[in-house]
């Protein structure tokens, strides 16, 4: 089975990744440097992709946009810099901010209390923790444009929480996002490119409700692997729950497409990343456990579905491939969605 990870490695070995200049930079580049087109194929785990290239100063160079568009990562121009975001989609454009109203609310409840002390460190603090738990336990009003949300603490850009707000939201997304202040807060909103994946598993998530939520864990699994087939691709959970078809599309396809149904009946649903692998964890009678839809999907067909066990316990070592990257996000992500879980 073949990750991120290595397709990144494969795509970027030999070549020196270069960012279009722009301003005056690009204005003070010119004296010094002369590009140059250049035929040098460019190979995607084996299969030739089309590709600008060019020869600057000695070196190759290929743009990051291009790149993410091939291998299926996303980046975009924030206006100041570049923004890399490993784990959706590629589309080139940066996110809408959504405006948020005016009324805050009058006191800052303390819920890092309820939370286990380990998790806060640099960044994921007591002060960022606060803010974005109010804004999970907000969202409806947020999304209604009812609710201010809670500032951020102070920030450098905040990487490691837009990391943790990413894992732990996709329906709705969670993301922090500059106010006119200089301030940050985190927002909710769901965004339009949701509109048919949300009313084509309506019917689907309706037939849910009678469930257990173990029960429910199992169906949402094998409802997006019966929509995907392993590939190195990535549609996203908004192309892949659209349709009743079989995308080919990798492993961050099957989670964020599994973690779109958690979030639609409530069950805590985060993504987890290895350096080559990415899967969930689920929140479920009173503990964590680990679900990979990918696996799930090599086992067989229908006739091997009742022999399989989709939430599997945490504790069992399954290699490096299931070797989380960023344990301390991951940590901070659950008790965002469930206070003092990791204790």
Same mark, same amino acid.
């Given at each position: ?122 960044? !994921? ?10 804004? #999970? /336990?907000? *969202? @409806?009003e947020i999304i209604a444009g009812s609710y201010q949300p809670i500032p951020l603490g102070d920030h450098t850009r905040f990487g490691i929480v837009y990391t943790a707000t990413s894992t732990i939201g996709g329906y709705p997304v969670y993301e922090p996002v500059s106010q006119p202040d200089g301030s940050y807060v985190c927002t909710a909103k769901i965004p339009e490119s949701y509109k048919n994946a949300i009313e084509h598993t309506q019917s689907f998530v309706d037939g849910l409700a009678r469930m257990t939520d173990s029960e429910k ?10 929509? !995907? ?10 192309? #892949? /729950?659209? *349709? @009743? ?99």
């Amino acid at each position: 089975m073949k990750h991120r990870g290595k397709n990144m490695a494969t795509l970027l070995a030999g070549v020196l990744v270069g960012m279009a200049l722009a301003g005056p930079v690009a204005n003070a580049a010119t004296e010094y440097f002369q590009a140059q087109r250049t035929p040098h194929p460019i190979y995607v785990d084996g299969q030739q992709v089309q590709m600008e290239t060019y020869a600057i100063n000695g070196h190759n160079y290929v743009k990051l946009r291009d790149i993410g568009e091939k291998v299926g990562f996303e980046v975009y121009w924030d206006g100041s810099a570049a923004q890399i975001v490993s784990d959706q989609p590629y589309t080139g454009q940066p996110p809408v901010q959504t405006p948020v109203p005016t009324t805050a609310p009058s006191s800052i409840p303390d819920y890092s209390a309820q939370a286990n002390p380990a998790i806060f460190v640099g960044e !994921l603090s007591r002060e960022n923790y606060n803010a974005i738990r109010d804004t #999970v /336990l907000h *969202q @409806d009003e947020i999304i209604a444009g009812s609710y201010q949300p809670i500032p951020l603490g102070d920030h450098t850009r905040f990487g490691i929480v837009y990391t943790a707000t990413s894992t732990i939201g996709g329906y709705p997304v969670y993301e922090p996002v500059s106010q006119p202040d200089g301030s940050y807060v985190c927002t909710a909103k769901i965004p339009e490119s949701y509109k048919n994946a949300i009313e084509h598993t309506q019917s689907f998530v309706d037939g849910l409700a009678r469930m257990t939520d173990s029960e429910k864990v199992t169906a949402m699994a094998w409802y997006v692997a019966d929509r !995907l087939t392993y590939a190195v691709k990535y549609p996203s959970a908004s192309e #892949v /729950l659209a *349709q @009743d078809g079989q995308l080919p599309g990798a492993c961050m396809s099957y989670a964020h497409s599994f973690r779109f149904l958690c979030d639609r009946v409530g069950i805590p649903c985060i993504l987890i990343h290895s350096q080559d692998h990415q899967w969930n964890q689920v929140y479920v009678n009173g503990q964590w456990w680990d679900v990979d839809v990918t696996g799930i999907d090599a086992t067989g067909g229908s006739v091997a579905r009742e022999k399989v066990a989709v939430m599997e316990q945490l504790t069992q070592n399954r290699g490096d491939l299931y070797k989380d990257r960023a344990p301390e996000v991951t940590a901070f992500a659950k008790e965002l969605l469930v206070p003092g879980s990791t204790m």
